[in-house]
């Protein structure tokens, strides 16, 4: 997902980043098409548009699996393949998710990486974090914190606020990124900053569907 992750440690939105486990048990397929491809706030097309699809497996008993594929435009990357796998489970009114992505970019030399990550959610809040365990390209590894609130206004229409941050140790300076979206049904809008560069805010829409 993640040319602005190399860029950054040399000097990405549907999202954020962090793989989820899936509601239901079973398999499902995702599609989606959006007119930029941000993760953690950074374009992972050159601002261009994205066509992503998934698929994903779950079990009763919380354990699931996935792959997702998406068009990117960095060097000789022209699309990004992540497998992932996890746990998902509720402690009380706590809802964790454990697990392992790996993010590949088949026709990209020396360019893959993988993390290990934590996410939590409480209420409409949610938090994140996720450490790189091995990456092609460095021999440090980042963590990356997240924290984020959901909000069902009715009539199927939501709003999401989120936000994380990125500590590269003597790698690189910490980056930092915020936005905000608004759904209604399977379509969004959103907002996204980060403070690596003096871009003005990119605003994204997007059309994502769960079969």
Do not use: C
């Not at 950074?42 to 698929?55: E, F, K, R, V, Y």
């Not at 992540?82 to 020396?110: C, E, K, Q, W």
């Not at 893959?112 to 949610?126: H, L, M, P, R, T």
Request: charged residues 20%; hydrophobic residues 35%.
């Amino acid at each position: 997902m993640k040319h602005a992750i190399r860029l950054t440690t040399i000097p990405l939105a549907l999202a954020g980043a962090l793989a989820a486990a899936p509601a239901v048990a079973g398999l499902e397929a995702n599609i989606g098409v959006a007119s930029n491809y941000i993760w953690r706030g950074m374009t992972q097309t050159q601002d261009g548009a994205a066509i992503s699809g998934g698929l994903d497996y779950s079990t009763d008993g919380g354990f699931y699996a996935g792959t997702w594929t998406s068009n990117v435009d960095f060097g000789d990357a022209g699309y990004e393949l992540d497998l992932y796998g996890g746990y998902g489970m509720d402690l009380g009114s706590v809802n964790i998710d454990l697990g392992y992505i790996y993010y590949a970019y088949p026709t990209l030399t020396d360019s893959d990486f993988s993390e290990v990550y934590a996410n939590f959610g409480f209420g409409v809040f949610k938090a994140g974090v996720a450490y790189q365990v091995n990456a092609d390209f460095t021999d440090e590894n980042y963590l990356y914190l997240s924290l984020g609130a959901d909000f069902d206004l009715g009539n199927d229409y939501g709003v999401s606020l989120y936000g994380g941050n990125y500590d590269f140790g003597s790698d690189g300076d910490d980056l930092n990124h915020f936005g905000v979206s608004l759904s209604k049904g399977d379509f969004g809008i959103a907002l996204d900053k980060n403070d690596s560069d003096d871009d003005d805010p990119r605003v994204t829409v997007s059309w994502s569907k769960t079969f």
